[in-house]
């Protein structure tokens, strides 16, 4: 996955984003409450040598002092100097505690030492820091004067001290700090921001690795080796009205449904089927509001179209319409009514023959020679017939129908139907030998800014939706029932 298809991803994943984002802000301003704020106290020393009349003993002096100047500030957190500080300013730390408050540096070329006390006090902080500077004139002059024994006459030699060829002098008194160095908000809010933001790129990189649905378009078309001839966008409107090829007919859904039903017809051009099973592998991916709205936009194209609704196991097709259901497919094929007997209206511009009962052997049913026959009249009467049928997976139904139909167009849910499931029902189609039009991407996230703008989320499974009738159940016109090409 390249950059521009990451930065995709965690656009999809916003909600983890945000979360890891306020996670990351929250402990940062957790630990910023829950922090003593620590003062620094800093005071300056310089480094000088006693002995120098001309230019030559002076530059000598000069060296001699950088080079020693590294060595003393390593002595500033020794314990010589640490506990007189401690006994002197009565502090309730050890001399190894106090030791780890301070910090002394000497900047390069330079005979500067800067000692830095931390403190929670302020106050105390610039006292020890003075005391620290002190006490380590003394220890460090006290360490460079020589000794030297002089015999004295008629005596023992006895070690007289000489004269430091150093002297130390304080440049900067420590001065009472006003603002604490830790903890540093802008600093520590910076720390938690990049820290929520590695976090979400480390759970969405593992969401990612372990989901194993199909989230675009582009990975569908490589899964199947098929063409991708819609690419329906969800709408959180579907799922209270299937139907998006209305009277307006102007939404985004309804647009997506006319490019559905052009790609089908100019990638068809040769041998266009008649009859047209519209299947899914698994429930709840939208199959049926594909069927549906795939018969209204071929009817809204000037094409005498029937759809049938041959799911037994869960019609649907009757609730979106609000028509009758128990006078429909299953009837016809017992042999207790004809087709143009129970066959409905839904607005006037298309047919419908919904399932009728729900039968107890939907599989013999589907795969039967009467089945082969309803469908060879109803091409002999409509330009095309579009078939809702039940998943691939679950039931075997579609198994046994697909040899009797011209094609199938296989609907995929965005983000949610998995790999393996859509390569096993792929598969199982393959095996029947049946031709596969193409498949429909369902429920397909487009972000905004980029073509119109779609919104982003999914549906619950597809169950039936009770709607006001729009159309009339009974007979229909026997002119309506002419083989094609005749009015």
Known sequence: MDLRGYLKVLARRWPTVLICLLLGVGAAQTFIVLSTPVYAARTQLFVATRSGADTSELNQGQSFSQARVQS???????????EPVVRELKLTYTPEELASRITAEAPLNTVLIDITVRDTVPTRAARIADAVAKRFVV??????SPKEAIPPAGGIAEPVAQVS??????????????????????????????????????????REALDTTVKTSEALGELTSLPVLGHIPYDRSSVRQRIAMDSAGSSVRAEAFRKLRANLQFAQVDDRPRVIVVTSSVPGEGKTTTAVNLAL???????RTCLVDADLRRPSVAGTFGLVQDAGLTTVLIGQARAEDVAQQAGGRLTVLTSGAVPPNPTELLASDRMREVLRELAGVFDVVVVDSAPLLPVADTIGLAPLVDGVLFVVRASKTGRDQVRGAAESLSRTGVRILGTVFSMAATFKGKGYGYGYGYGPAEVPVPRPAVGRAGAVDCAEWSPAGEK
């Open 139 to 144: 220890v460090v002059e006290r360490l460079e």
């Open 72 to 82: 003393y500030a390593a002595i500033v957190a020794t314990r010589q100097v640490t």
């Open 165 to 206: 060829p150093v002297s130390l002098g304080v440049t900067e008194q420590a001065s009472v700090p006003t603002r604490p160095v830790s903890p540093k908000r802008l600093l520590d809010l910076a720390v938690g921001v990049f820290g929520g933001l590695l976090l979400a790129a480390a759970l969405v990189a593992l």
């Open 297 to 303: 936009s071929l009817a809204d194209a000037g094409l």
